[in-house]
């Protein structure tokens, strides 16, 4: 199969998707339960998410777990089970133990990278508890399709495949362990919808030329901007190289509205430059309790992603206020 059919496939995907903005729900309903846990799965699937995120580490003996960073210590209690185990930097890796160690922990709410002992969302939830662990890939995988199939929907899921590189340097190829499940959940016709997303191009490269999926990939954007990619330092260039592999962009808030002298919320070059590549635009992450300086409530930032910028799609905190916001802008035109 060419590559041109494999993009063409991938975009009448999105296309055929929803006719508003999805709402692709941020780690799990994380304003309401801690992230990356499968009841913020559930609850995030019940407030009527489109997608569900979900970021992917490795454990020491290869097992792909739903986890932000690629460090345990700010959402479980790693540092209280295993002391002796962090490395010389004070941190306490993923990759440095086995899914069995790792399942023997609790996950509770982010605590602050300043401070562990501080949460970072002080108004999320609070309750400490042995209730919440970190999942496997299987298990966010299963819970999805089997919630799918007992209420006949289609929501889908959302992979990001975090820092490769690091994972590489430790030994490790966590883009082939990645695709590898994603086949055979393919095979077993038990992947729901799915966007593949990371911050490093050539990962997402690696997957569109050399394992070929029929799945849309996203190339997420730091916020320190696109030239963080290594890509053209043009950025119509870098944008139409992106465009050969990718369906879209996922750049942060601030990299797709600004504030400008004036005081008027614009879109940024790199958004409108996008979307005339005919690139989707699935900004992140909309937070009631972390707005960016130019949105003065929650209502106000979905508002100006939604008519400022005309978004594709949106990484939430909060998927029942972002859909009950986006339904009532998208229907108002």
Not at 63 to 77: A, K, M, R
Not at 96 to 115: A, C, G, P, W
Not at 276 to 289: C, F, G, N, V, Y
């Amino acid at each position: 199969m060419t590559n041109f059919i494999l993009l063409l496939i991938s975009l009448l995907f999105c296309q055929n998707l929803h006719s508003k903005p999805v709402i692709i729900a941020h780690r799990g309903a994380s304003s309401y339960l801690p992230e990356h846990t499968l009841p913020g799965v559930s609850l995030a699937y019940g407030l009527g998410a489109d997608f569900i995120e979900a970021d992917l580490v490795l454990t020491k003996d290869g097992q792909l777990v739903v986890l932000h960073d690629i460090f345990l210590e700010y959402t479980s209690n790693v540092a209280s089970l295993f002391p002796a185990r962090k490395r010389s930097d004070g941190h306490w890796y993923a990759i440095d133990f086995t899914l069995n160690e790792i399942k023997e922990m609790h996950v509770y709410e982010r605590k602050n990278s300043q401070n562990i002992n501080e949460q970072k969302y002080k108004q999320r939830f609070s309750n400490i508890g042995k209730i919440f662990k970190v999942p496997t890939f299987d298990e966010f995988i299963m819970l999805v399709d089997g919630l799918n199939k007992t209420l006949k929907k289609n929501v889908g899921i959302y992979p990001e495949i975090k820092r490769p590189k690091f994972h590489e340097f430790e030994g490790y190829d966590i883009t082939d362990l990645f695709m590898k499940k994603i086949f055979e959940y393919q095979n077993k016709k038990m992947l729901p919808q799915t966007f593949i997303q990371c911050f490093e191009p050539e990962t997402l490269k690696k997957i569109y030329y050399e394992y070929r999926p029929s799945i849309p990939l996203i190339q997420l954007i730091d916020e320190n901007n696109w030239q963080t990619l290594g890509l053209d330092k043009n950025m119509v260039k870098a944008l139409q190289e992106i465009k050969s592999y990718s369906v879209g962009i996922g750049p942060s808030l601030n990299n797709t509205l600004f504030k400008d002298h004036d005081q008027m919320i614009k879109k940024t070059l790199l958004a409108q430059f996008a979307q005339s590549e005919k690139l989707l635009l699935h900004p992140w992450t909309a937070r009631k309790d972390d707005l960016p300086t130019w949105a003065v409530s929650f209502d106000d930032l979905i508002e100006k992603l939604v008519k400022n910028s005309q978004i594709d799609g949106i990484f939430t905190d909060f998927t029942d206020l972002t859909k009950s916001l986006i339904e009532a802008y998208t229907s108002s035109k």
